[in-house]
């Protein structure tokens, strides 16, 4: 007697995991997440020390070098910094208006995650975590939850 449990056909395959430790991935993926990045920044309007300190705290110097010449390889740590960042520039702009989208990091919040504080400065006080949390928040809301 066969107990197995047997699940239906499907056409659905997870997508292949990106290997961020992988340095030829890295390598692939940099220079088009600063481009990315750089463009939300200047859409968020964000003040360069913020948009260091989300980077993993760059000093000046490297942040305007990167600016300049976004052909680099990034660590996983800032890779991963932005790309919970453009999932949350992305949830935001599927969710609210363009206008409203590129606001929402600045404007206080009454959701118990940020306690009356911005999501900016939520992110900025609590690093990688605290993007994890707006991103995870985001996507639950583009879930209908």
């Known amino acids: 007697m066969n107990l197995a449990y047997a699940y239906p056909k499907s ?18 993926l940099s220079q088009a997440a600063l481009k990315g990045f750089f463009k939300l920044v200047a859409a968020w309007k964000l003040r360069d020390d913020d948009a260091r300190e989300l980077l ?23 890779i991963t910094r932005i790309s919970y960042l453009l999932g949350i520039y992305k949830a935001l702009h599927i969710l609210y208006g363009d206008k409203l989208a590129d606001k929402w ?3 206080p919040n009454k959701n118990p995650i940020f306690g009356g504080r911005t999501p900016l400065s939520q992110m900025l006080a609590g ?4 993007m994890q949390t707006v991103r995870k928040l985001l996507d639950a809301r583009r879930g209908g939850l």
């Open 11 to 28: 056409r659905f395959e997870p997508a292949v995991l990106v290997d961020l430790n992988a340095k030829a991935e890295r390598e692939r």
């Open 56 to 78: 993993g705290g760059l000093s000046s110097s490297a942040y305007y070098e990167w600016k300049k010449h976004p052909d680099r390889v990034l660590e996983v740590d800032r």
């Open 105 to 107: 990091v600045s404007l």
């Open 127 to 130: 690093g990688l975590l605290a």
